[in-house]
């Protein structure tokens, strides 16, 4: 019976084993295929990828399977141009499963960087749009980047950018992470916005210029004041009065479209959001609003539209992504309910292109349907024109008029007079763009006449602001007057806050938008001012008069000088030397006499190690020697007239003998260091390094060999003792003393 089980069992087990090893190969040659898919996508081969993914569905009866390389194949057909059977597909695999917004990343991807291809396709054909200098103020120079209007309480971040104070305070609340400067894209110095308050000098000076728009922009602080308190009626009277006196600003329809809504005044709502893209259709806020009003009347089709236009604006508005994913799921949903044949019969289809040319002209004509326009904008040629009473041509694809049926119940339909022609839209263009200018240039005029340079000034040097820095607290000063106070105090000069974290980071970057008016307003006074300080500068950078000089020690020429700093004027000092790029000052020591001594050395600063309490460490290392000649003083810190020291050189049998000298008293050195203890050798060259070695030429070096300074720096001499070989010119005298020097040490030991 075993037997007979074994011949009976044994092909079949053997064929089944076959037809394992072949489901295995098949299901790895399906993956196989479904790499190149994808990889063909990556690549924008997406005409392969689409046709992959066709033959993979062919075989494939896994109903979820199926549904996902749909949706795969379906993003390959939509971004390789074949627009309405992509949408074809998308409807197919909705039919199966209601698809969910993660799986619409692609189509949405594609459909908001089509609309920003096509935007930027008509600004080359129509340049000069009046989005290029428009803001809401009329004015680019006073201008926020954030909102795209009158800079409202200005802020400056420590990156030297202005913003409007509630730009900055709602781009935190709305993003979860760190805010972002709009204009350098940089985050990293940008910590808490709320510990950055309103910058006096700039919000002063705006206001003095532009009393109207500084009005509007309180009126509006005080209806956002209102709305939060839910007292909509009184906040919607506040923004009345300041579009009133302000009808350029799309803030304020944007934001009383906000509360139309509220108030269920939808049909208002829209107008006013309508508005706002009109004056300000590069603002994806303002296509935010509109989608808003547009779902408020049920019109979700153009509200998708206005999401797609807001995401090829800013594709990271989070909003704007999540309602496009929702509209659009909604829209592709299987419709069961009958439809008669004649509700596809409708008028006025125009398509993206056109939408999109004309955003910021108030739609009058009837509601196109969303993919008839989106497949035309994406695969029909550009020559291809709408119909004069705006019905596309009766070429359109069966497929997509199917879809457009099925859509057509997800909207309610609405009627409106048909406005075909694009004429009176131009008409509308060209207005704006003239009242733009004509806004701007009397803006312009206006500023000149109230610019006073005395509204510039530092209130610490009481001159025009050279290099403007604004600190947290928002005060405004002169880079290096700021320096200068702080050197004594870590506190702002005028109201006192502590600044010691501001002081360690050393990040002063001067405030933008104030450099720029200066500079375009007061060019003259500008002028006069960077003359001054170039005269400054030059006078501090030269190193034969009025050298700075540090008192305190002995230094010497190649040997590290580490220095630490703590008295204010030396802090100045410091700061000076390294501004005018000598990054030198002198070193002496001290004279009760005359102040400090006739010799010293020039000190080069290698680096600086600044601290939260204006404390440095500075890293130097000597150069050159020097002789007074006359003592002075600058600012609190000594400075000197001087004129550089160097070895007489020798020729000669003197030359040999010089030779001679030296090799001997070198060698009675190296004895001396190798006869100190571990702890004391250890200590000196973690100090000053080791002890160098011998030139290969003796009298290269205008200060004679290092090792010669070097020693004199850790032998234990006073400074008084030290001081005359930094003033000897001769290289033999130097050694000889040194010689004598290393004898006493020795001769003292041992005694």
Not at 501 to 519: A, D, P
Not at 618 to 642: C, E, L, M, P, W
């Amino acid at each position: 019976m075993r037997e007979h089980e074994r011949q009976f069992w044994g092909p079949g087990m053997r064929s089944a084993g076959s037809l394992s090893g072949w489901t295995r190969s098949m299901e790895t040659e399906d993956e196989s295929m479904l790499q190149l898919a994808a990889e063909a996508f990556q690549s924008k081969n997406f005409d392969l990828a689409a046709d992959i993914y066709e033959c993979q569905l062919a075989g494939l009866r896994d109903v979820g399977s199926r549904r996902g390389l749909m949706i795969k194949r379906a993003d390959a057909l939509a971004f390789g141009g074949k627009f309405a059977e992509a949408f074809d597909v998308y409807r197919q695999a909705a039919e199966i499963e209601r698809l969910r917004p993660t799986q619409l990343e692609n189509l949405i991807e594609y459909l908001s960087g089509n609309i920003k291809r096509q935007v930027k396709g008509e600004a080359a054909e129509e340049p000069g749009s009046p989005a290029d200098d428009a803001t809401g103020c009329g004015f680019r120079d006073f201008s926020c980047r954030m909102c795209l209007s009158f800079l409202f309480e200005p802020v400056t971040l420590p990156c030297g950018h202005c913003f409007c104070k509630n730009c900055l305070e709602r781009e935190r609340k709305e993003r979860e992470q760190p805010v972002m400067c709009k204009e350098c894209r940089d985050s990293s110095r940008v910590a808490d916005v709320q510990s950055y308050r309103v910058n006096v000098v700039l919000s002063s000076l705006l206001a003095k210029c532009f009393p109207v728009l500084h009005q509007a922009g309180r009126l509006r602080r005080e209806g956002n004041g209102l709305y939060a308190e839910r007292k909509v009626e009184a906040a919607l009277e506040k923004y009345n009065q300041a579009i009133l006196i302000a009808p350029m600003d799309h803030i304020l329809f944007r934001n009383r479209s906000q509360i139309h809504s509220s108030l269920k005044h939808h049909e208002m709502a829209l107008r006013d959001a309508e508005m706002a893209c009109r004056l300000m259709p590069d603002w994806s806020k303002g296509h935010v609003r509109k989608a808003q009003a547009l779902v408020s009347l049920g019109r979700t089709e153009e509200a998708l539209r206005e999401y797609l236009v807001c995401l090829s604006i800013e594709p990271d508005c989070r909003l704007a992504k999540t309602e496009a994913h929702k509209l659009l799921s909604d829209l592709l949903a299987p419709v069961t309910d009958q439809v008669p044949g004649q509700i596809s019969e409708f008028s006025s289809i125009h398509s993206l292109r056109t939408h999109i040319k004309n955003i910021n002209t108030p739609s009058q004509s009837n509601s196109p349907s969303l993919v008839s326009s989106l497949s035309n904008s994406a695969s029909a040629p550009p020559a291809t024109k709408s119909s004069h009473d705006g019905e596309v041509d009766g070429r359109e694809k069966p497929e997509v008029r199917r879809l457009d049926h099925c859509f057509l119940l997800k909207r309610k339909r609405r009627s409106s007079e048909e406005e075909g022609d694009r004429q009176p839209r131009r008409d509308d263009y060209k207005r704006s763009k003239t009242a733009t200018e004509n806004v701007a240039g009397s803006l312009s005029s206006e500023v000149i006449k109230v610019f006073d340079p005395t509204d510039l000034e530092c209130s610490l040097c009481m001159r025009l602001f050279y290099e403007p820095v604004t600190t947290p607290c928002g005060h405004t000063f002169c880079l290096q007057c700021l320096e200068r106070c702080l050197d004594h105090n870590p506190k702002c000069p005028l109201c006192k806050e502590e600044l010691s974290e501001y002081l360690v980071k050393r990040q002063y970057c001067k405030t933008v938008l104030m450099e720029n008016l200066i500079s375009k307003y007061l060019s003259t006074e500008l002028t006069e001012r960077q003359k001054m300080h170039q005269e400054e500068m030059a006078e501090l950078s030269n190193l034969n008069k009025n050298v700075p000089i540090f008192v305190c020690t002995m230094a010497f020429p190649t040997v590290p000088c580490p220095l630490h700093i703590f008295e204010p004027c030396y802090r100045l000092m410091i700061r000076r030397c390294m501004e005018t790029g000598t990054n030198s000052f002198g070193m002496c020591l001290e004279d009760s006499l005359k102040g400090f001594a006739d010799y010293g050395c020039l000190l080069e600063i290698r680096d600086v190690k600044f601290f939260s309490d204006g404390r440095s460490v500075v890293d130097t290392i000597g150069r050159r020697r020097f002789k007074v000649i006359q003592h002075s003083k600058r600012d609190g810190y000594n400075t000197a007239d001087i004129e550089y020291l160097e070895d007489v050189k020798v020729e000669g049998v003197a030359e040999l003998e010089l030779q001679s000298l030296h090799d001997t008293v070198y060698d009675q050195a190296l004895v001396w260091v190798n006869s100190l203890k571990t702890e004391q050798k250890e200590r000196i060259e973690g100090h000053f390094g080791p002890m160098p070695g011998k030139d290969s030429v003796l009298q290269a070096s205008p200060n004679g060999p290092s090792w010669c300074w070097w020693l004199l720096a850790v032998l234990p001499l006073e400074g008084r003792a030290q001081l005359p070989f930094l003033a000897l010119t001769s290289l033999k005298d130097r050694l000889s003393g040194i010689r004598k020097v290393l004898l006493f040490m020795a001769h003292s030991r041992h005694r």
